[in-house]
């Protein structure tokens, strides 16, 4: 008889078929691959890796409580603008400032493809009303530049 929901919202319980199944290994041999399993719950999960024990006596922390501790933290880094603007340019100068011939040739390669898409990606937030047309006129020169830069980089190591 299947065990079904139904049955268990009633109380009820399947009859159980109890076979007799053959050891296949001692008490002895039992007893002893149980002792680190009871071991590991006193000392934790990785205890197990110290001669002493384990190492660090802070208390475990619940994953819940770390993650919403943490989402909490990137929306107020989201919600400041100027962060993230700052971040970007500063990343855009770091960029624009790098030795681009030193840089691998398939990297450069992808690079041009990537700014064509940010600019299309800009050009949709602009025809939808996201992006006011000073911002696009801000960002799109770096983008253009950039591409630009990867092109000549490019050019060069093909030329040499």
């Known amino acids: 008889m299947r065990v079904t929901r139904p049955l268990r919202l009633r109380g009820g319980v399947a009859p159980r078929n109890r076979a007799k199944v053959p050891t296949i290994i001692s008490k002895e041999t039992f007893a002893l691959a149980n002792e680190p399993l009871e071991a590991n719950k006193k000392l934790g999960p990785d205890g197990w ?56 040739e398939e990297t450069l390669r992808r690079d041009p493809a990537r700014s064509r898409k940010s600019v299309e990606r800009l050009l949709t937030a602009y025809q939808g009303s996201h992006l006011s047309l000073e911002e696009l006129r801000s960002r799109m020169p770096n983008l253009r530049s950039c591409e630009q830069a990867c092109l000549s980089a490019l050019q060069a190591i093909e030329n040499q």
Request: glycine residues 6%; contains cysteine.
């Open 49 to 104: 890796r110290w001669l002493g024990g384990r190492v660090c006596d802070n208390r475990q922390m619940r994953q819940g409580l770390l993650d919403e501790v943490v989402w909490k933290e990137i929306a107020l880094l989201l919600e400041d603008r100027h962060l993230i603007e700052d971040e970007f340019e500063r990343r855009l100068t770091a960029a624009r400032n790098a030795d681009l011939t030193q840089r691998p």
